[in-house]
């Protein structure tokens, strides 16, 4: 499928998701529903079978992509914070637009649309990718904890029994040592086959434009630096590395989604504005449907 035609698919369920909630079929209340059942089995299943099909000689080098990540996300994190320092923004705001910056949605959104334009072995190296986004989620959330004075032992758990880590972690174990699967296996493909739909259709009942009106020119700039100057970084870097082929171009793709899902779950637990930070989402994710595809044919 071409990059044209994976994006106007994608974009058709999410305006599917979206029509739901407006017809009163769905609510935006359900989306928290449908998410846990991404994270807690959909996405997992993804994962551990892409990870358990997949060619894995070279998985030296693949260890790469996820620095690839985490470097570009704090590049991208610190042009954010003095940005807010230029506004003179206070510490809520100020910590809502770094995350915001900082964390792209190299899995919701990065997994359909890598597989799409480059097939499954583009989708494992998108999730090797997205383990970075994991540790930036887990690294934000402790430095934040820190900050307020919380307790960053729930952080640290959370990471640890996080179900997509996990399916990482055994989908390389059982491929490297050629573990048998049997029955589960189907049943891990059918819940993987499930894992698209749902993330677009929730993404569909989440989108809200009553977070733009206050917000609309700092939503704007994080934008720019995720859907923009984020893969231009991200490219740089991989240029110093010597990436070649598919190693290259999902890397960058990969660096132009819009701000994570998970930059919400921060922003609530950690009493930022959540109001900016849903506008930065928003409007990334929505401006992301027309970049992605201007990055797919780029590379």
Do not use: Q
Not at 18 to 39: F, P, Q, T, W, Y
Not at 120 to 136: N, Q
Not at 264 to 277: H, P, R, S, T
């Amino acid at each position: 499928m071409g990059s044209f035609e994976t994006v106007l698919s994608i974009l058709i369920l999410v305006l599917t998701g979206h029509a739901l909630k407006l017809s009163g079929m769905l609510r935006e209340e359900d989306a928290s529903s449908l998410n846990r059942i991404v994270i807690n089995l959909a996405i997992p299943s993804l994962i551990f079978t892409s990870l358990y099909r997949a060619d894995l000689s070279g998985i030296a080098d693949l260890f790469l992509i996820p620095l690839v990540c985490i470097t570009t996300g704090a590049l991208s994190g610190t042009i954010a914070s003095l940005w807010a320092r230029r506004r003179g923004m206070d510490s809520r705001k100020t910590w809502g637009i770094i995350v915001a910056a900082a964390m792209m949605n190299s899995g919701f959104l990065g997994y359909p649309v890598t597989e799409g334009i480059f097939g499954s072995e583009g989708l494992l190296r998108a999730i090797f990718y997205d383990t970075g986004t994991t540790v930036m989620f887990t690294s934000l959330g402790l430095i934040l904890s820190f900050i307020s004075g919380a307790e960053g032992t729930a952080v640290v758990k959370r990471a640890v029994t996080f179900p997509p880590l996990w399916a990482f972690i055994l989908g390389v174990t059982f491929n490297l040592m050629g573990l048998p699967v049997g029955i589960a296996g189907t049943v891990l493909g059918y819940l993987a086959g499930a894992a698209v739909p749902l993330i677009m259709i929730s993404l569909g009942l989440s989108l809200n434009f009553r977070f733009l009106r206050d917000s609309l020119a700092d939503a704007t700039f994080v934008s720019a630096l995720r859907l923009i100057v984020s893969p231009l970084i991200a490219a740089f870097i991989v240029y110093l590395l010597s990436f070649k082929g598919l190693d290259f171009s999902v890397t960058v793709l990969e660096a132009s989604m819009p701000s994570a899902m998970l930059a919400a779950v921060l922003a609530i637990e950690n009493d930022l504005d959540v109001d900016l930070v849903s506008s930065c989402i928003f409007m990334s994710t929505i401006l992301g449907l027309v970049s992605l595809p201007a990055w797919s044919l780029i590379l």
